[in-house]
């Protein structure tokens, strides 16, 4: 199967590759989305192959071709630092993004599969303690209900709607040992009769196994040795295998992938080949392949499983600092390499 690769930075925008990683190249000028712009999160759509959303610090960004050309998408996020995007698995036209500093943190919504967006009432301070402006890094949707949404806040706490986004409860005041743990990381919701529910802090793991009703606390140094927790990902597909990237700090020196196989209740360390040089940032998986995934570094290294997570192996490309990644099936139909900055 051919991939295109996928990796989004704060300054080169969006980094692709078409060949597994041997090379990679920077979007051609003269489109909507600059070459150097700051993308903070990508998207895959689940209804078009080849088809990618990307949210920037200057709104919401599409390609239709598996990253070669992007166009701006003309809606209520624009001049809006994007840094998150949801979409329902059991419904995709609804879709949901968080947006953060240096503009205010709210929560946006569609319902048309991502043509027209509207702001809600979800609103944080414009300042807060800890990282000054917040910004909604996590966002996750019920598998089963495309309205029950949960939106993770750094810093100010994590905050659930059944409704699709009119009206909210707080979330994080449940939690046993809940004071200062309302930096938000990433959440998660594996898809069971009755949901379970992860949701990572700056320091810790809370985990529900009763649709949030109660939470059991992993506290991060304690558990793993480590104590800053930055990411989750589920494995496609799977209602049981979830990562975490777990790092001793920010930027941090060196990480681990920890691997569930049992939704969260234990977890084992992945072997890493390549030495990271600072905490893991970001995930990337497709439903296509599921055991190939990739992984990378605040500070630009990419690691690919091709195992599901146990086994990853550092790439010789080393990228300016990673924000998120994605890979698609398929290549761009037509692409002109020699006007492209590899």
């Not at 905050?159 to 990381?185: E, Y």
């Not at 192996?313 to 990673?322: G, L, N």
Request: aromatic share 10%; proline share 5%.
């Amino acid at each position: 199967m051919q991939k295109t690769l996928l990796v989004s930075t704060d300054g080169q925008a969006i980094m692709r590759s078409h060949d597994g990683g041997t090379n990679w190249y920077r979007i051609n000028v003269g489109q909507d989305l600059e070459y150097d712009d700051c993308v903070r999160c990508l998207l895959v759509d689940p209804r078009q192959n080849g088809a990618i959303w990307a949210g920037s610090e200057r709104g919401l960004f599409r390609s239709e071709d598996c990253g070669a050309h992007w166009h701006q998408v003309d809606c209520a996020l624009n001049g809006f630092a994007v840094w998150k995007l949801a979409v329902s698995e059991s419904n995709p036209d609804y879709m949901y993004a968080g947006t953060g500093s240096p503009t205010r943190a709210a929560f946006f919504r569609s319902t048309d599969g991502g043509k027209t967006w509207e702001q809600t009432d979800l609103l944080m301070p414009e300042r807060c303690a800890g990282v000054s402006r917040p910004r909604m890094l996590a966002l996750a949707v019920n598998p089963r209900d495309p309205l029950d949404v949960w939106v993770g806040v750094e810093a100010g706490g994590l905050f659930r709607s059944r409704d699709g986004g009119d009206h909210w409860q707080a979330i994080h005041p449940q939690w046993p040992d809940h004071a200062g743990n309302t930096d938000i990381h990433s959440i998660l919701i594996l898809d069971a009769q009755v949901p379970v529910v992860l949701a990572l802090v700056v320091n810790a793991l809370y985990r529900s196994v009763d649709d949030g009703r109660t939470w059991t606390r992993f506290h991060a140094r304690e558990t793993w040795g480590l104590r800053y927790a930055r990411v989750l990902m589920r494995k496609p597909g799977s209602d049981r295998d979830v990562l975490i990237g777990i790092g001793d700090g920010t930027p941090g020196t060196t990480t681990l992938i920890l691997q569930s196989r049992d939704a969260g209740e234990t977890w084992q360390s992945a072997e890493l080949a390549g030495d990271p040089n600072s905490c893991l940032w970001a995930f990337g998986a497709h439903r296509a392949d599921p055991d190939m995934m990739m992984a990378g570094t605040k500070f630009g290294h990419l690691f690919i499983s091709a195992d599901g997570g146990r086994h990853w192996a550092k790439q010789r490309r080393e990228f300016s600092e990673i924000t998120d990644m994605a890979w698609l099936p398929g290549v761009p139909a037509q692409w002109d390499l020699p006007h492209e900055t590899q």
